[in-house]
Structures are given as structure tokens and as C-alpha cells.
């Protein structure tokens, strides 16, 4: 068991979380009801990208205090939590008044180059805002990850710092912030269809948390009217918001730009709905998605991503715009009519090396120890689509490479350039399949 972070904690399966000493004066809901927005997120990301917390690394005390941070909010919201069987004072779910209810721990088995995987005890944090009438069987889930860095220089673009910690204020505690903001303010007016309040625990190490979280739903998929992402929202420069996956749904698009109302965001609208953040898991489930991004800037996963940095007006802007989308998402009576794009959009990290061959492939990355490279998805249209191949195949030979792991597949991809022609052999249904793919250069 890991020292617990702070003294005179509660159990929860190995996790200490529910510290006494150092957590901020939990505010009463009426004070917390009562504060305006600008104050509250100051006070919450002032907290969350301090130095306590030391970048909320995943599997890390900060990130287990993090995670009840959150989990008191939503206690002293009177949110309501999921029936949780394997605990019996979260059984029945409900306002139970329990923080730990919120919680919904997890090992995360995470891919480590040349090694077997590390197992990660951590947890990701839900909450429920009933809804009321017909549609209150159906939920809009709103979420955001709150793990960063930590003091991992691995993935970080200043490792030549060491191992220093990476506070994350941007990227995720803006997001997490104007999550706590909409739940505090969806709770005082509940909309029709049910609101899930969701914080992923891993994003950094592969979206971990929420495909955890996509794969274990606490309601059926098919009521789920659509998920909406806020990551990296802290910096808005020149009222810009890049809102991806506008094409998700028929009609997204309406959507969002009947809620940018005066004054109006100038808004950077993207069609698709995979990328490097925590909507692409619920997008691969076949659920309309939006993410919400103020684009990416010089202190992105550096030791600069600091609190004073945020703007902390661009967060109220970007909290006011998805509280109208989320409403919209909420109340409107008809269901949206989900929509796989197809787009030459950007591509995922693990594509970016050697000679710019170009594979459409999209790793599950939560997929633990199994030998070879597991596939979540392809992407439609993709050189890997066009050959046959689909999630859930695992590529266990890419040309004349043996594939154990996420990496030899990229070192593999890299040895090739774009027109090569190269056997993929990939087990489907346990049997080896063949499969020859043209490569083409990146879009
Ligand atoms: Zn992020």
C-alpha cells in the first residue's frame, strides 16, 4: 500500500483517499452556490496545479487526492452517486452524502517499452445529475481527465528539467475546473435528460481512465445521447475554441452554433471525433462526441504550464458556451443521429515517426498484456481499412517484423514509406489472417 498522502484517511479497496489535514476548507453548498464562477475556478485550480499535488501523475498521491477533491465537490453538491454493488454504503447509490461513493477505482495496466506492463491502482470519478420527466432515462455524460505529468519527464517536452514537477494547470485542471463549474450550475437547474458528471484518472498514459470508463458504463450505452470533452480550455487567446467532432451527429453542428450567442467565441470547427483525448473512447463506442480545446501553446507538457498562466475569463466563456450546448444536448426531445467521419484528419501520435507511412490504425491502448498490437478501431477510409482490417484484430507480424507490442509496430511503420506494399498478419477470432496493405503517405 502506497504511504497515504495525508493522515486519518478512509479505505477504499487500496487507496487512501479521503484525507483529513490537507485539503482546502470544504466550502457549504450554499457558499459554493453562491460564489461567482471566476473566484470559485481560481480557488479550485489554485488547489489542483499546486505544488501538494505534484502534477496529479496517475497512480500517485496527488492524483488519489485529486480524485476525492473531486469526489467531495460532488458530495457537497448533493450529486447523486451510481449503485456501487461491491461496497455496501454506496450499494443503493442515490445521495448517499458519501464522497467514496463517487470513486470508482481501477488497476490500470500500462505499456511499458521492452518490459512487461505496470499495474497502476488508481480511479476515475463519477457523479449524476437526475434529470426529470420522459427523457430522465437518458444522459449527456460531461467530462474531463484530471490526471497530468506528475513528475514523469517521459512525456514531457522539457525533460532535460528532470524529473520537476509538471503542474498541468492548462492541461488538465482547466478542464477539471470547468466540469466542477457545470456540475455546481447544472445541479441548480437539472435538465430533462440526465447529466453524468465524469473525471478520468490516466488520459496522459494513453487514455486509460475513460476508455476504463467507456468500456464499464454505469447506464446502457444506447441511452447515451452523447459525450462532451473539455481538455485544455485554460488558454483562450483572440475568443478562439476549437470545438472537434461537429460531424459526430447530423446535428452537432446546429448545435453548437445556436449556443455561441453574443458575444460570440470565435469558433475552430473540426469534423472528426478520434484524437489524443478521452471523447475518442466514447467515439469508438459508436457515441456522438464534441471536445472542447483552446488550442495548444508553448508551456504544453512543460514545468511552465502554471496556474497564473490561465485565463481564467476564457474558462467562465468556454463554461458558459457548454453549459448552453449540454442544455441543448439535454433537453431537445429527439435523439441524435450518431454519424462515423470520415476525414483525413490528424493522426494519432504514434504515427507521426520515420518515413511518413501512413497505416490508419488506432492502438487500443488499454490493452494490457496481450502479445501483439490490439486494434480499438481503423480509420475509415484509412490504408488499414481498405485492407480488411477492424477492431479487435491484434497485428502480430507488420512486413517482416515480428509485433509484440505498440512499439515495434511503430518502429515497423517506420521503416516503410508511403506506396509500400507490406503483409499484415493479424490474429481475428484467434486464427492468423493476412492482410496486404498499400501504405500511403500521411494526411
Ligand atoms: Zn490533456
Do not use: W
Amino acid at each position: 500500500m502506497r504511504a497515504p498522502f495525508c493522515s486519518g484517511g478512509a479505505l477504499i479497496g487500496a487507496v487512501v483517499l479521503f484525507a483529513g489535514a490537507c485539503h482546502p476548507a470544504r466550502p457549504s453548498s450554499s457558499v459554493l452556490l453562491s460564489t461567482p464562477p471566476a473566484d470559485q475556478l481560481r480557488a479550485d485550480i489554485t488547489y489542483l496545479a499546486g505544488a501538494p499535488l505534484e502534477g496529479r501523475g496517475t497512480g500517485t498521491p496527488g492524483n488519489d487526492s485529486a480524485a476525492s477533491f473531486i469526489a467531495r465537490r460532488y458530495s457537497a453538491l448533493h450529486l447523486a452517486s451510481f449503485p456501487q454493488a461491491d461496497r455496501p454504503a454506496c450499494a443503493k447509490g442515490g445521495v448517499t452524502g458519501k464522497a467514496e461513493c463517487f470513486v470508482f477505482p481501477f488497476v490500470a495496466s500500462v505499456a511499458v517499452r521492452n518490459s512487461t506492463p505496470r499495474a497502476l491502482k488508481t480511479q476515475n470519478v463519477a457523479a449524476l445529475i437526475p434529470g426529470h420527466g420522459p427523457l430522465a432515462s437518458e444522459y449527456v455524460i460531461v467530462g474531463a481527465h484530471f490526471d497530468h505529468l506528475g513528475r514523469d519527464s517521459a512525456n514531457a517536452r522539457d525533460p532535460e528539467k528532470g524529473h520537476v514537477i509538471h503542474p498541468g494547470a492548462d492541461d488538465n485542471g482547466s478542464g477539471t475546473i470547468a466540469v466542477l463549474e457545470l456540475a455546481r450550475r447544472i445541479a441548480r437547474h437539472p435538465t430533462s435528460r440526465s447529466v453524468i458528471i465524469a473525471n478520468f484518472t490516466g488520459e496522459e498514459l494513453g487514455l486509460l481512465g475513460s476508455e476504463q470508463f467507456a468500456n464499464h458504463l454505469p447506464v446502457p450505452k444506447e441511452k447515451v445521447q452523447a459525450m462532451v470533452n473539455l481538455d485544455m480550455v485554460g488558454r483562450m487567446k483572440n475568443d478562439k475554441l476549437i470545438v472537434y467532432g461537429v460531424l459526430t451527429a447530423t446535428e452537432m453542428k446546429g448545435i453548437v452554433d445556436s449556443a455561441n450567442v453574443a458575444p460570440k467565441l470565435n469558433i475552430a470547427a473540426v469534423g472528426d471525433g478520434e484524437g489524443p483525448s478521452d471523447h475518442a473512447a466514447f467515439y469508438r463506442k459508436d457515441l456522438p462526441v464534441l471536445h472542447l480545446f483552446t488550442d495548444l501553446h508553448d508551456d504544453y507538457h512543460t514545468a511552465a504550464d502554471v496556474a497564473e498562466k490561465l485565463n481564467i475569463d476564457g474558462i467562465v466563456r468556454v463554461a458558459d458556451f457548454t453549459e448552453r450546448v449540454v442544455r441543448t444536448l439535454a433537453d431537445r426531445p429527439a435523439r441524435l443521429t450518431f454519424q462515423r467521419v470520415q476525414t483525413a484528419g490528424a493522426n494519432r501520435p504514434s504515427e507521426r515517426q520515420g518515413g511518413g507511412a501512413y497505416f490508419g490504425s488506432i492502438p487500443d491502448m488499454a490493452a494490457g498484456d496481450t502479445k501483439g498490437m490490439p486494434l480499438s478501431g481503423v480509420r475509415a477510409g484509412g490504408p488499414a481499412d481498405k485492407a480488411g482490417l477492424k477492431a479487435g484484430d491484434i497485428i502480430i507480424k507488420f512486413g517482416d517484423k515480428a509485433i509484440t507490442n505498440i512499439y515495434d509496430y511503430t518502429d515497423a511503420l517506420g521503416g516503410h514509406k508511403p506506396g509500400d506494399m507490406v503483409d499484415v498478419v493479424a490474429l481475428r477470432a484467434g486464427k492468423e489472417v493476412t492482410f496486404k496493405v498499400a501504405l500511403t503517405a500521411r494526411p
